[in-house]
């Protein structure tokens, strides 16, 4: 039976090809799809895929992981146009039954000349899967959502590699980013942490808040060394409007 990493791989690349077939690896009956602008069931990803195709769409994986019944990706999308994305599906008998994603603008390279997709590829450490899973979970509760930033130093290493569009590397720059305030409050504020994924040195962080007051999805990658945050990816998403979207199951 293919992994659910092979799964996703032959889900996603019907972008590409537009071709319906690919969708029949959702398991219609029982399909969750947290896509707002999406409709529900292996349909909507016929139509959606088949729409998408018409742009002669590029799909190019970076990083793909597994995570029990979960597989979650770090891709790049040429829709006319460079996105990064982040891509999440849960598998039950070898079928997806559950989506989400975090897509957003190609930007960069940032002031310290990384993209955002470029760095660490490398799968390693996997007998420390839930050390660094707590860890991430650790970060995003009680720096991300608590605002604790004195942890910064014993969560992250001083010299980050950072791949957020508009930082540079190192700390200090992080911490400055999580200080800046917008009409008085925190410019960027997490809510709560939905999921952590995590496999081997590689966690990912589903969370939720706001940016400059707007209702955003922020989605955060992390690799780990020693103990420490070493590398971190991201995408930001601005959540439509209710009025908007195509189900009625959340962005999370």
């Known amino acids: 039976m293919p992994s659910n990493k092979d799964l996703l791989k032959t889900l996603l690349k019907g972008i590409e090809t537009g071709d319906p077939g690919a969708a029949a690896v959702v398991n219609e009956a029982k399909y969750i799809q947290h896509n707002p602008q999406t409709h529900e069931g292996s349909e909507g990803l016929a139509e959606l895929f088949k729409r998408l195709s018409k742009t002669n769409p590029r799909v190019n994986f970076v990083r793909v992981f597994e ?47 990384r993209g955002m997709l470029d760095g660490t590829t490398e799968i390693s450490d996997l007998a420390g899967t839930e050390i660094n899973r707590g860890m991430a979970q650790r970060f995003a509760e009680q720096v991300l959502v608590d605002g604790k930033l004195d942890l910064l130093d014993t969560l992250v290493d001083e010299n980050l590699v950072q791949h957020d569009p508009d930082l540079t590397d190192g700390v200090s720059s992080l911490r400055a980013a999580l200080e800046e305030v917008h009409d008085g409050a925190p410019k960027i504020r997490h809510d709560k942490v939905h999921r952590v994924l995590a496999e081997g040195n590689f966690a990912l962080c589903m969370c939720e808040g706001r940016k400059a007051d707007v209702h955003t999805s922020f989605y955060h990658l992390f690799r780990f060394q020693d103990g420490l945050i070493v590398e971190h990816w991201n995408t930001i998403e601005a959540i439509a409007p209710r009025s908007e979207w195509k189900n009625d199951n959340g962005k999370f």
Do not use: C, T
């Open 67 to 113: 995570d029990g019944n979960f597989a979650f990706a770090h891709n790049e999308y040429d829709f006319s146009g460079l996105r990064v994305a982040f891509e999440v599906f849960r598998f039950e008998d070898g079928q997806a039954v559950e989506h989400w994603d975090n897509i957003q603008p190609m930007k960069g390279p940032n002031p310290s000349g």
